[in-house]
């Protein structure tokens, strides 16, 4: 699914280590900074709200059914004369222009509609906060209140419909409670897809089509066929109300390398004390957080592909085997158990290993080809904890290259690093877009750019007053070519440092 709209903005404050926080979220977003700064905070908190929007557009779509269940029941339905008037209104917009689809540019809301809307998504509030807790691995969310902070957090989410319209939504953390609204202003225009003309609104066309070619004499069956043009126009509005959240994400924690090596034990260990599908105990604490959950669960559901499927052309998981493995990752049912058995085939090799017998980059590695073979597609996101792991330097060169490249094919990318090689890698990435000439394909790195605007930095910065991390974007440095960040002054005092013991040493040298 292909977000709509433009890009989302992410507002956080008194939030776990982070003071304030003002981000955009882009095709790929970059969360670097000291340890203990609240990155990792920030990205399972951009994974918790996709699984809870990602999750939203049929809950919606239900919501409504139930309201407008089936034509035998539509006299109990709870829409109005002015509702059905209104979307009568928008049906006959659309279907007047249906054979130039692209002319259809946009549509106003109306006011009765967008407090459906509202209504629908505030009271469904609470699952945010369950899937933040969730996530975190927390009883309650109030834990997530910053330290030493008695009032509360705010996590608002600002998503831009048409040209001016501004669409809210806000979570308020509280001691007790939490509280959750959304906003839709009235001149929220809703866009059609233009000439890409996306199946949502082929599918609300058709509805268009039904509800307006034909007089309906028939009042009940004018209400009903408004309550499928309404779900329909839920279905194709929905993205646009929560912009690229909307999409489906998965998350590799940065201690995937020692889950990868001990997985079995654990999962087998889990599932033994499960009282529920999955490995969350009902009526309990996870006993991992929702992030881990989910990252073995994942796992566990895997299913091994014939060998043909490994070294398919535009394989992203087959062009990291290729770059950086220099050997297959495998996916193997144990017979008793059933549960996945991982290894790992050198090139040249006539057998695998298991991968806990491989090397601590493959094991590394490994988790990420797994998931791009498997689960991440294009219109989907990939959220990468500390990418540079157990990675040599040239290795993390080439490892940003590979996601910059997933960027390119359409998936989203979120990683928090430490790595300076990630970030000069990525900055020439994307100055390389700026470049008039053709490129060269040789498939060293040259051919990969991206634009500045596909690409967000942030760094932590640890402040005093107000105590705890304050996250600002770094804007790439045109004189030096590089984001500016505090590297070059740990850089700069090793140096010092360096030439110091030289000094001395020349100094006893001399006596």
Not at 92 to 102: G, R, T
Not at 259 to 275: C, F, G, K, P, Q
Request: hydrophobic residues 40%; aromatic residues 6%; glycine residues 6%.
């Amino acid at each position: 699914m292909k977000p709509e709209g433009n890009p989302l903005q992410l507002e956080v404050s008194n939030f776990g280590p982070i003071a304030k926080a003002n981000i955009d979220l882009r095709p790929l977003t970059v969360f670097v900074g000291p340890s203990n700064t609240g990155k990792s905070y920030l990205a399972i908190l951009i994974y918790a709200l996709h699984k809870h929007f990602g999750a939203g557009d049929w809950m919606l779509r239900e919501y409504f059914s139930r309201r407008l269940p089936r034509y035998r029941r539509i006299r109990n339905h709870d829409l109005s004369p002015d509702n059905v008037d209104a979307l009568t209104k928008i049906a006959e917009h659309i279907s007047a222009k249906s054979k130039e689809p692209e002319s259809i540019e946009s549509f106003l809301l109306p006011a009765s509609i967008i407090e459906m809307i509202c209504s629908s998504l505030n009271g469904r509030g609470h699952y945010v906060s369950n899937e933040i807790r969730r996530c975190f691995g927390l009883e309650k969310t109030a834990n997530l209140i910053r330290n030493g902070i008695n009032s509360s957090s705010h996590i608002t989410i600002h998503q831009q419909v048409g040209q001016s319209a501004h669409i809210e939504h806000r979570l308020i953390i509280k001691a007790r409670s939490d509280d959750f609204k959304t906003a839709i202003p009235g001149n929220a225009r809703i866009e059609t897809g233009g000439k890409d003309n996306n199946y949502r609104m082929r599918y609300l066309r058709r509805l268009a089509l039904e509800m307006t070619l034909q007089k309906h004499e028939d009042k009940e069956l004018l209400d009903f066929e408004a309550g499928q043009f309404l779900e329909g126009l839920v279905d194709h509005v929905y993205p646009q109300l929560v912009g690229s959240l909307a999409l489906p994400a998965f998350y590799l924690p940065a201690d995937r390398t020692g889950v990868m090596h001990a997985h079995s034990v654990v999962v087998s260990s889990l599932i033994d004390r499960a009282t529920m599908t999955g490995i969350r105990p009902a009526a309990q604490l996870p006993m991992l957080s929702g992030v881990l959950a989910d990252f073995l669960e994942q796992l566990i559901e895997l299913e091994p592909r014939r060998p043909r499927y490994r070294r398919s052309p535009n394989d992203h998981a087959a062009q990291i085997e290729n770059a950086m493995l220099g050997g297959a990752v495998a996916i193997e049912r144990a017979e008793a158990s059933g549960y996945p058995r991982f290894t790992y085939q050198p090139d040249g090799w006539d057998h695998s290993l298991p991968l806990m017998n491989a090397s601590s980059m493959v094991s590394e590695l490994a988790p990420v080809v797994l998931y791009l073979r498997h689960l991440v597609r294009p219109g989907t996101v990939l959220i990468v904890e500390e990418p540079e792991s157990h990675l040599h330097p040239a290795l993390q060169v080439e490892f940003t290259r590979q996601l910059a490249r997933l960027v390119q094919s359409g998936v989203r990318v979120v990683i928090t690093t430490h790595s300076e090689w990630v970030l000069e890698e990525l900055a020439n990435i994307v100055r390389r877009s700026a470049l008039v000439e053709k490129q060269d394909k040789t498939g060293s790195g040259s051919d990969i750019s991206l634009r500045p605007d596909q690409v967000g930095a942030w760094l932590f910065r640890q402040k005093k007053r107000p105590k705890g991390s304050v996250v600002e974007e770094l804007v790439l440095d045109d004189d030096t070519g590089l984001y500016p960040t505090d590297y070059d002054v740990v850089s700069e005092t090793l140096y010092n440092e360096g030439v110091e013991i030289s000094r001395h040493l020349q100094t006893r040298k001399g006596q």
